[in-house]
């Protein structure tokens, strides 16, 4: 039998176990031997992935759900046998509010893929100024942008169609809030691809909406079964358990708290592709391939030592960081105070808050009985020193926002803050250009790939299906037939 191919896959959060899960499904596909290594330099797996439960209290500190329209994400609990555990929002509720000029108000119905199709939601909701409604009409009329006419930011993209109230007040805090980026920054291309193609193929963004859903109907009659975002019953921190789990009991070598020095190339590599990844601790270890799962400005780092011109353009893709804070309350204390899900907050409205969850009206089992679990967003791109602040200082600012949107006075039962410094990658114009130079110039390194939220999408179901994108190359190149 041949010896196993060995692998090692930098970086053990959602894009490196979910790597390793493909890579192992291949082998075994193929019935080759493999030896895999993931290496996580913190002393949990998971990355932004963070779960935590506390007196009943099950509190994510990143990522809460994730979208069930991208199926990677669902299909992979499926396989770890996590079906069951999957849960969908409250279906009561379910509104979301948005403040507005010192007031919330409620996001108008009729928003179909985040495009506002109905007018009389829309003026009940008060969020957009009539002329602002009118304006808005006018996207049936504007002609097409040729596509000849280069890249556009989210805001200009926006704007042009929609009008600037209507961006600035509905769409702005919906957009930008996934990247916790700036919209006058952001790729519209690189972020919401859909967007340009609806405008590309029905030369309005209200008509292609309208389109959209009367194909969506035509195809599923009857409401699907998941509501848009899931999660699963012990929080998403679960997920990564499971993988961690699946992976160690077929002979991954999962180590957590070794961090990778650097990675380091044979001198001819084509002829001997076997490269040395060097742990802090000194310890190196060899493999015919390495996938780099980790931050853009990590891998950088890492592969610098043989590709600087590459290191370069990874570390052009910049970050944002954020924070959560979790407060529970008892229910005595906010009670009528918390409506629908919870509320986005648009940047015009210059505060630190960025959206507010109430968790455990959103999802069940959230919070023990009596309690109420809600999930603060901040910081993000341009607000970066809110993380100078200490945790007791962003934790009144957050209670004063709070108090002031909200009406919440209490004092909360249980607070976990949790800071994510450089951690949303800002696909800024220029973004589709950068990945695929990056990926053109690893391409001369047999063997030597980077996967992970930096490129394709920063979702878990985005991370997910590109490192099953990633694996079906490196498969490819590990167990060609020649081999
Ligand atoms: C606050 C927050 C909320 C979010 N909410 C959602 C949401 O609700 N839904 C959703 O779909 N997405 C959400 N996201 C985005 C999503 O969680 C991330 O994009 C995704 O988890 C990134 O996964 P990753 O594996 O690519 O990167 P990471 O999770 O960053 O993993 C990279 C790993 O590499 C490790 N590492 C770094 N350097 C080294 C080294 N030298 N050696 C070894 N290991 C190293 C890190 O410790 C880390 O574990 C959120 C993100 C944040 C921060």
Redesign the pocket.
């Known amino acids: 039998m041949a010896a196993p191919k060995r692998v090692v896959i ?7 176990l979910s790597a390793a899960f493909a890579l192992v499904e291949q082998s075994e596909i193929r019935e080759k031997p493999l030896h895999c290594t993931v ?4 002393t949990h ?5 963070v779960t935590t439960h506390t007196n009943g209290l099950v509190v994510e500190g ?6 069930t329209s991208k199926t990677s994400a669902v299909d992979l609990c499926e396989k770890l046998g996590l079906s069951s555990q999957l849960i969908g929002t409250n279906r009561e509720n379910s509104q979301t509010f948005t403040y507005s000029k010192g007031r919330l108000c409620e996001f108008p119905q009729g928003l179909i893929s985040m495009v506002p199709t109905k007018l009389g939601p829309l003026f009940r909701s008060g969020v957009v100024s009539w002329p602002g409604i009118v304006r808005m009409g006018a996207d049936l009329v504007i002609p097409a942008r040729p596509e000849t006419e280069g890249e556009e930011t989210l805001a200009e993209f926006f704007s042009r169609r929609l009008g600037s109230e209507a961006f600035q007040r509905l769409l702005e805090p919906l957009v930008a809030g996934i990247y916790a980026g700036d919209a006058n920054e952001l790729s519209v291309a690189a972020t919401f691809p859909q967007f340009v193609e609806l405008e590309r193929q029905h030369g309005s963004l209200i008509k292609g909406a309208l389109a959209m859903q009367r194909a969506r109907g035509l195809k599923r009659p009857g409401a699907s079964a998941r509501t848009l975002f899931t999660t699963l019953q012990g929080g998403v921190g679960d997920l990564v358990a499971r993988l961690v789990e699946r992976l160690s009991a077929v002979g991954v070598d999962c180590r957590q708290g ?3 020095r650097v990675v380091r190339l044979p001198l001819n590599v084509h002829r001997n592709p076997l490269y040395q990844v060097e742990l802090a601790s000194g310890e190196k270890l060899n493999a015919e391939a390495v996938v780099f ?3 853009a400005y ?1 891998s950088a780092g ?1 592969l610098r030592s043989f590709d600087h011109e590459t290191a370069v353009v990874l570390d052009q893709i910049p970050y944002a960081s ?1 924070i ?1 804070i979790s407060m529970a309350f008892a229910e005595s204390d906010v009670h009528g105070q918390l409506r629908g899900f919870g509320f986005v907050v648009p940047r015009v409205e210059n505060r630190s808050l960025i959206a507010a969850t109430w968790s455990s009206r959103k999802w069940a089992g959230r919070a023990p009985a009596g309690q109420c679990l809600i999930r603060c ?1 901040l910081g993000g791109r341009g607000r970066e020193q809110l993380l100078e602040r200490n945790d007791a200082e962003l934790t009144n600012q957050v209670r004063q926002e709070l108090k002031l949107m909200v009406g919440i006075h209490g004092r909360p039962l249980h607070v976990e803050v ?1 800071r ?1 410094p450089q ?2 990658p800002q696909y800024t114009c220029g973004h589709r250009e950068r990945v695929q130079r990056i990926r053109q110039r690893l391409a001369q390194y047999p063997g030597l790939y980077v996967t ?2 930096a490129y394709d999408g ?4 985005d ?1 997910i299906r590109d490192a099953g994108n990633t694996v079906q190359k490196l498969s490819a190149y590990l167990w060609a037939p020649a081999s």
């Open positions: 930098v970086g053990g959060g959602i894009s490196g290496v996580e330099g913190h797996f998971g990355g932004k992935i990143g990522p809460d759900s994730f979208l070794e961090n990778v799962a980790t931050p990590v890492l954020t959560t967003y949790h994510w951690a949303m992970g939220a920063i979702g878990i179901p991370c």
